[in-house]
């Protein structure tokens, strides 16, 4: 076990809560920018400056945040080459899928993050013996949101759009790494 595990998970708490911000704050002014025809590569990039911003300012003010990523990138380097690709697949799998299903875009995001967060959570626990649940926590509510999203969908096809049903697929997002990062810092 790591020595200084519980500054890590605190770390990731806040890093978690970051993203969560990040994602929300990006998801609002995707909105309002949609709402004006703004075209599509403005929005691309204040998603890019929004988590420049949030994200910049989580490591200048939580140093031990960079230093705590840096250390378990450095241990899931050593992981076997196949448990390597099940963890890219996990994250990357569904996200290369949207342009092939892009009206199932909403759902895959979710899956991405559902997915991605557990094989993480799982292939750290087996080959690096630390057990970040902060991690699954954020992995499991993605994926118990898209049936709740599914059910959104379907109950309100009638009266709402697809972009409104993204749009909510990512404020899902931000609450799966909102709960993932407080239970980070509770936890612990």
């Given at each position: 076990m790591h020595s200084n595990l519980g500054i890590e998970s605190r770390a990731f708490g806040f890093l978690f809560i970051s993203i969560a911000i990040a994602v929300l704050t990006g998801t609002i002014i995707n909105e309002f920018l949609s709402r004006y025809d703004i075209p599509t590569?403005?929005?691309?990039?204040?998603?890019?400056?929004?988590?420049?911003?949030?994200?910049?300012?989580?490591?200048?003010?939580?140093?031990n945040t960079f230093q705590s990523i840096r250390n378990r990138m450095k241990n899931s380097l050593r992981w076997p080459l196949h448990a390597k690709i099940i963890n890219g697949l996990s994250w990357a799998g569904?996200?290369?899928?949207?342009?092939?299903?892009?009206?199932?875009?909403?759902?895959?995001?979710?899956?991405?993050?559902?997915?991605?967060?557990?094989?993480?959570?799982?292939?750290?626990?087996?080959?690096?013996?630390?057990?970040?649940?902060?991690?699954?926590?954020?992995?499991?509510?993605?994926?118990?949101?898209?049936?709740?999203?599914?059910?959104?969908?379907?109950?309100?096809?009638?009266?709402?759009i697809h972009q409104h049903i993204l749009t909510l697929s990512k404020l899902f997002v931000a609450i799966s790494y909102g709960m993932g990062g407080i239970y980070a810092l509770i936890e612990r």
């Open positions: 590569y403005y929005q691309l990039l204040s998603w890019v400056m929004i988590f420049t911003l949030i994200l910049g300012i989580t490591f200048t003010k939580k140093k569904p996200f290369l899928a949207i342009p092939a299903f892009h009206s199932f875009s909403q759902y895959l995001i979710l899956l991405g993050i559902g997915t991605g967060n557990i094989s993480t959570y799982l292939l750290i626990k087996s080959y690096s013996n630390y057990d970040n649940k902060e991690q699954f926590v954020v992995g499991i509510i993605a994926l118990f949101m898209i049936p709740v999203l599914l059910l959104v969908d379907v109950i309100l096809t009638s009266i709402i």
